[in-house]
């Protein structure tokens, strides 16, 4: 009933940026999404939470990323983003977009982000 479709991931240099997109679409009632929030999961690791965006706008991030990264979105048209700045070769792996409602949590199929050195 709900799907999350990710876009913007890529190859990017470091030091470059990129700007993530997560558009959400099926059984999504406004006043029941409680947050937001971005993982990811680099080769041979566990996903880690990268992000959060709450309901009335409070926000909370990794230590690894603070300063770098932004997450916003916009309600009207049930999108999250995550703009991603100074990019580290150690930011690579896949971004996954979270979406909470009503209790339940509902996850996108991931898009690829490669930094290189």
């Known amino acids: 009933q709900v799907q999350l479709v990710e876009s913007g991931g890529g190859l990017v240099q470091a030091g470059g940026s990129l700007r993530l997109s997560c558009a959400a679409s099926?059984?999504?009632?406004?006043?029941?999404?409680?947050?937001w929030g971005w993982y990811r999961q680099a080769p041979g690791k566990q996903r880690a939470l990268v992000a959060t965006?709450?309901?009335?706008?409070?926000?909370n991030y990794a230590d690894s990323v603070k300063g770098r990264f932004t997450i916003s979105r916009d309600s009207a048209k049930n999108t999250v983003y995550l703009q991603m700045n100074s990019l580290k070769p150690e930011d690579t792996a896949v971004y996954y977009c979270?979406?909470?409602?009503?209790?339940?949590?509902?996850w996108g199929q991931g898009t690829q982000v490669t930094v290189s050195s």
């Open positions: 979270k979406l909470h409602q009503s209790g339940s949590d509902y």
């Open positions: 099926g059984s999504i009632f406004r006043l029941n999404v409680m947050g």
């Open positions: 965006l709450y309901s009335f706008g409070t926000t």
